[in-house]
């Protein structure tokens, strides 16, 4: 029993943790690309640099409140500087959309334009970023580093194997399912929501029922600048924060959101944690689990890791064709907010 315990340990501490706290980043990215999908009906490809920009804006919040004596004690400093990251990437995604989507929504252009314009104000964002905050790994998370640390884990429960939990990984599936039940409250019960889901299922009959559309495009964006902050400073604080890192983060994203259904919420949710525990569990090395559960004489000499680490984003591309060719619509049919 102590066996299959240690082994349980071992795959907790790399694979389940570390992949429920990068499913919910995921999650919460792919919800931003779903949304914008759902409503506005385009492929926002500059989604992971508009994350990159809400965190670099909330990391310069964070130096300025640590420059200035204030913190939050145990907890990271960059919850106090969400709120200014996330107002700047509002400012920016407005910005954007009125003097470049909106001219190109009006004539009615093709989403292969909107394709294309997303491409370029990826390519943008990623410069500027880089510009202001520079291409190198940058770490601003303070307090408390870790739940629950491997050697105290070992002394509780006398097991061989330890199992660490950090605080940004359990700050982040907390304010993840707090900000998927706020949005969920707000598509389902307020008035605005429930228009941004008439206006997503059939614009023309939404527009003869009196919505808004230029208020539903902007709370959209909006909303969408909110999940892509959140998500941002989530991933930098468990991770680090680097401009081209987000970049890549694209992909596994979009796969997410493609797998779940492309404009589904509990599909983007679902993709999330599919592409993260895809990546995670095809690229370690089980053989310290194998070690455990396996007898003495079958015990394996490689690591029996199915695909390396460099090949981690690959697992997402492969997930997003293969899933284009046998269920197009994802786990979830699409476009459903």
């Given at each position: 029993m102590a066996d299959i315990l240690n082994a349980l340990a071992v795959f907790g501490n790399f694979v389940a943790v570390p992949g429920i706290a990068y499913g919910s980043q995921l999650a919460l990215g792919a919800l931003g690309i779903t949304l914008i999908y759902a409503v506005l009906r385009f492929a926002n490809f500059a989604h992971g640099d508009t994350m990159a920009f809400g965190t670099m804006a909330a990391i310069l919040g964070t130096w300025g409140l640590q420059a200035a004596g204030i913190g939050l004690g145990p907890l990271p400093t960059a919850l106090l500087a969400l709120p200014l990251g996330i107002a700047a990437t509002a400012g920016l995604v407005l910005l954007t959309d009125r003097y470049i989507y909106r001219y190109h929504r009006a004539r009615r252009s093709t989403p292969v334009t909107f394709v294309i314009l997303s491409i370029g104000v990826m390519f943008v964002l990623n410069g500027l970023v880089r510009f202001v905050i520079g291409p190198d790994d940058q770490r601003f998370a303070d307090g408390e580093r870790f739940i629950i640390r491997a050697r105290d884990f070992e002394a509780l429960t006398g097991l061989e194997e330890g199992l660490t939990i950090r605080t940004t990984q359990l700050l982040t599936l907390v304010v993840a399912v707090a900000v998927v039940a706020a949005l969920f409250w707000f598509l389902r019960r307020t008035r605005t929501g429930k228009a941004m889901r008439a206006f997503s299922d059939n614009e023309d009959l939404a527009l003869l029922s009196g919505v808004d559309p230029d208020r539903v495009v902007r709370v959209t964006w909006l909303i969408a600048a909110a999940l892509a902050t959140v998500a941002g400073v989530l991933y930098g604080l468990d991770k680090s924060f680097k401009p081209f890192t987000y970049f890549?983060?694209?992909?596994?994203?979009?796969?997410?959101?493609?797998?779940?259904?492309?404009?589904?919420p509990v599909g983007a949710i679902a993709g999330g944690f599919v592409i993260a525990f895809s990546e995670l569990g095809l690229t370690y090395a089980y053989k310290r689990v194998a070690g455990y559960l396996l007898p003495e004489p079958w015990a394996p000499e490689g690591l029996m890791q199915l695909l390396g680490t460099d090949y981690k984003f690959a697992i997402s591309f492969i997930i997003l064709v293969v899933v284009l060719l046998v269920r197009p619509t994802g786990l979830f049919r699409g476009q459903v907010i």
């Open positions: 890549q983060l694209l992909l596994p994203m979009f796969a997410a959101a493609i797998v779940g259904g492309i404009g589904h």
